[in-house]
């Protein structure tokens, strides 16, 4: 109860202080919103930036994806018939693996039942060069089955006109990329040829134009029906070259990509693996931002540091009178780490509600966007976990700020002062 009491009168005591120092109070508070302002919509507006570029990317990747992976041999056959020598083997040639995923629709069909799994597909991309006049573009071609990409994909959304629809329906059909579009100057309805890989020519119809907001997909790729691809690549129809699977919990990807290679024999990689440089830039954006506001609110930690001190240089006299009266050490240090912590709690919230306020303002900015297709506006994160952040560094900020100005007036010794 003593300790209430005393901390009553020291809060009177300081708030009697900060009157007098108005002008120098207010300048501290302002630091401490300004920084807190500043870190609020910093954090919201490139967390959100962050947050949907790798949605858009997330979307154009499965959890897990299977393949089979061209690769050198690790022994050669000079090597199995000499192998006591020493031989020496230059330019090796990868071994002559079948991009063809072995039983590939069986193991489709075994990864439906599995309950990990939300939706799986079974396709074959091929290296294509895309034909129009004089005009030659190499890119993918990718035979899906409409049901089982969409699944996964949700291509539906992205479609900008036609209808992947037509793919089952309608023989020698594509739906291509915008960027692929527009560099072949095609729209739906248009007619281009296909070349493969084995020289084989195919006319085909452009019967859609997807956007997916990601620049190397837009330009390059294509999707046909999974059959009509098979047919154009002279291969049974069995032939899968990619299995891409989406799970109910991503973060089980990397546990479970193991275990799928040891149990089929295929290769294989994970969202994470694919996304590696989108995750890595993601963590170095946290860290500058981070960084900036941790500046700024050291900055302002600064200010009240010196505006403390410089008040226990001018009330020395009121100090030494204090403890004379009777007031100890720890009372003197609660009462300019009460006007410390009055500034930082003052601070912090008005720097929360400007910065939601600011986060807010821009969230409704409209933006138009040539690339990403679902952006009409600017992406803000509005997480508590920022706020909350902001709030605790900007307190413990002050506090310090605080607390070190106040061991200085708590020393102060009376009798010398009173006699100076």
Known sequence: MKLITNIKLAATIAFTHMRARLKQTLIATAGVTFGITVFIFMVSFIQGSN?????????????????NEIQTAPANIIDRTYPGNINLVSHVKPKDILLNLKDGPQVVQALQQDPRVAAVSGAVSSQVFYRLGSSSINGTINGIRFEQENALFNLQAKLVEGSFKELATLPNSLVVGIGLARRLNVKTGDRLEVTTDKGNNFSVKVVGIFKTGLTDIDKQQSYANLHTVQRFLEVPVSY?????????????????????????????SDWKQDNSALLEGDALRKMIVYGVAVTILLVAGFGIFNILTMMIYEKMKDIAILKAMGFSDTDIRWIFLVQALIIGITGALMGLVFGFLAAYGISKMPYKSDVMITLDHLPVSFSAVYYVTGFTFGMLTTTLAGYLPSRKAARVDPITILRG
């Open 240 to 268: 899968i070259t990619d299995i891409k699977i989406k799970l109910h919990d991503m973060e089980l990807a990397p546990a479970m990509l193991p275990e799928l290679q040891a149990k089929y024999g295929f290769h294989g």
């Open 51 to 67: 947050d949907f570029v790798q949605a858009v990317a997330f979307e154009q990747s499965p959890h897990l994806r299977l393949y």
